[in-house]
C-alpha cells in the first residue's frame, strides 16, 4: 500500500506561468523523491504600470513515501 503525502509551495515566474509550475516540481525535486503529481491550487499575475511582470503559481506537490 502507497502513502501519499501533499506539500503546497507558491513559486513565480518573469516568462510564465507553465514556467512558474515548473520551477516549482524543479526546486521541490532537489529535496523530495517520488513526485507524482501537482495541482495548480490557484495563479495570479503581478503588474507594474499596467503591464504583467511576473506570473505565480500556488501549487500542492503529490509525492509518495517510502
Known amino acids: ?12 515566474s518573469e ?5 512558474s509550475i ?3 516540481v524543479t ?3 532537489k529535496t ?3 513526485i507524482d503529481s501537482v495541482y495548480v491550487k ?3 499575475a503581478h503588474v507594474k504600470d499596467g503591464k504583467v511582470i ?3 503559481a500556488i501549487c500542492k506537490v503529490s509525492f509518495r513515501v517510502d
Do not use: C, F, L, P
Open 1 to 12: 500500500m502507497s502513502i501519499v503525502k501533499v506539500i503546497e509551495v507558491i513559486a513565480s
Open 15 to 19: 516568462k510564465s506561468i507553465e514556467d
Open 22 to 24: 515548473q520551477k516549482a
Open 27 to 29: 526546486e521541490v525535486s
Open 32 to 34: 523530495v523523491r517520488n
Open 42 to 44: 490557484d495563479i495570479k
Open 54 to 56: 511576473s506570473y505565480g
